[in-house]
């Protein structure tokens, strides 16, 4: 077996989940992804792999380094290529679309067969695929959802309305009796995401509404649509439009302070907030925390982030959906390899994304609390013990 072949084998290894490489892996039988190793011809080839990485062709995207969430995917895709023997540019578009299109752009130039673009901005987005598209180069959506276009390939994802749903759920089982204040936060209006985050969580808020065991504080749009099962997209627009925090900490902690200030004491005690993630969960959950007429709170997110982890294990934010970003950096690198090799990724689902149903799997998602937090976040690997303190 070559070198070349061997890291080859490794990859689709780790990409399959299989757990021994033998010796006598049926290599032979799989197709060579096309890789962008420049093997200088005086060069022995072993000398060369040994001196550098081999690059997969395939080039990725990252909406922003300005939140722990990308950066960790980041890391988590270097550390699964790496192990792998393969080097990939990894692209950040810190908020601009103009950005990512550039990217996308460099990309192709460079050569990629394939591009996995996690999107700023889902239907902006829509040009970048096209660009890609054009030139021949497969585009999978990489946890928000590319939409307007019918140049998306496969869309990798986590099953987001899930995600909205165990945040609602773990509202629901903390509350007791009616009258119970809810704050409702949302994420930014541009992320696909954002919608169906709110669509999990109106689910299974909703006829805890309507049966009087919460009740709305801070969207008059909200209210306005409290008795409605199910909302229209534009219906949600105009509930996140309200209650945004567009991702952002300092505009989810300024929204709150202004929630607060609004409502009168009685609206306060022990409250119910609705994060949608867990960088705007700890701006929104310090706003509530320094409020003296609030009691107690319960305050959802998502993520797993190592700062919202120490958080939950402190008692200043409630639950987290462990998303597990390895599971979704091994779907990417499974349907890259798939293409390279001629073939097509794994299907179970679709999602309409504006103008086609868009192949997907969506994985699992978890609900973390103080009670699993152990089990499922150090127990099982996704982030070491060290990064805490106080975990028992
Ligand atoms: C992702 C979340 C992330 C949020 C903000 C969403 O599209 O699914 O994991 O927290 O964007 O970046």
New binding site residues.
């Given amino acids: 077996m070559t070198k070349k072949r061997f890291l080859f084998v490794l990859l689709t290894t780790i990409v399959v989940g299989a757990t021994v490489l033998s010796a006598c892996a049926p290599a032979a039988e799989v197709e060579e992804p096309a890789v962008m190793e420049e093997e200088a011809a005086e060069e022995p080839a072993e000398e060369a792999m040994e001196e550098e990485a081999a690059s997969l062709a395939v080039g990725i995207v990252l909406?922003t380094k300005d939140?722990p969430?990308?950066i960790q995917d980041e890391t988590r895709f270097r550390d699964a290529l790496t192990a792998a023997g393969y080097d990939v540019e990894i692209l950040f578009s810190q908020g601009d679309s103009a950005k990512e299109k550039a990217n996308v752009e460099d990309l192709i130039t460079k050569g990629v067969k394939v591009i996995v673009i996690c999107p700023h901005d889902s239907a902006a987005a829509a040009a970048a695929a096209e660009a890609a598209n054009e030139a021949g180069v497969k585009v999978v959506s990489y946890?928000?959802l590319i939409t307007d276009t019918d140049a998306v390939d496969y869309y990798v994802t986590f099953d987001?309305v899930s995600v909205g749903e165990q945040q609602g759920q773990y509202l629901v089982d903390k509350a007791e009796g009616t009258g119970n204040p809810l704050y409702l936060y949302a994420?930014a209006a541009t992320?696909n995401?954002a919608f169906l985050f709110f669509e999990g969580a109106w689910n299974v808020l909703q006829p805890k509404i309507a049966d009087g065991t919460f009740v709305i504080k801070n969207s008059s749009e909200a209210l306005a649509l409290q008795d409605k099962a199910e909302l229209t997209r534009d219906e949600m627009g105009q509930i996140i439009g309200q209650v945004t925090t567009n991702?952002d900490f300092n505009t989810a902690k300024n929204l709150a302070e202004a929630n607060l200030t609004a409502a009168p004491a009685a609206d306060k005690g022990d409250v119910f907030i609705l994060a949608p993630?867990?960088?705007t969960a700890r701006a929104i959950a310090d706003a509530y925390a320094a409020d003296t007429d609030v009691t107690s709170y319960v305050v959802t997110g998502?993520?797993a982030e190592v700062a919202s982890v120490q958080y939950i294990i402190d008692g200043k934010q409630s639950m987290t959906v462990l998303?597990d970003v390895r599971t979704l950096v091994a779907d990417a690198i499974s349907a890259a390899v798939a293409y390279l090799e001629g073939g097509a990724p794994e299907e179970t689902k679709t999602y309409d994304n504006g103008v086609m149903e868009v192949p997907a799997k969506p994985s699992e998602v978890v609900s973390v609390d103080q009670d699993n937090v152990k089990a499922e976040i150090v127990d099982s690997g996704y982030w070491p013990a060290e990064e805490f303190t106080g975990l028992e």
């Fill in positions: 909406p939140e969430r990308w946890d928000r987001s994420g992320d995401n991702w993630n867990d960088g998502q993520d998303k």
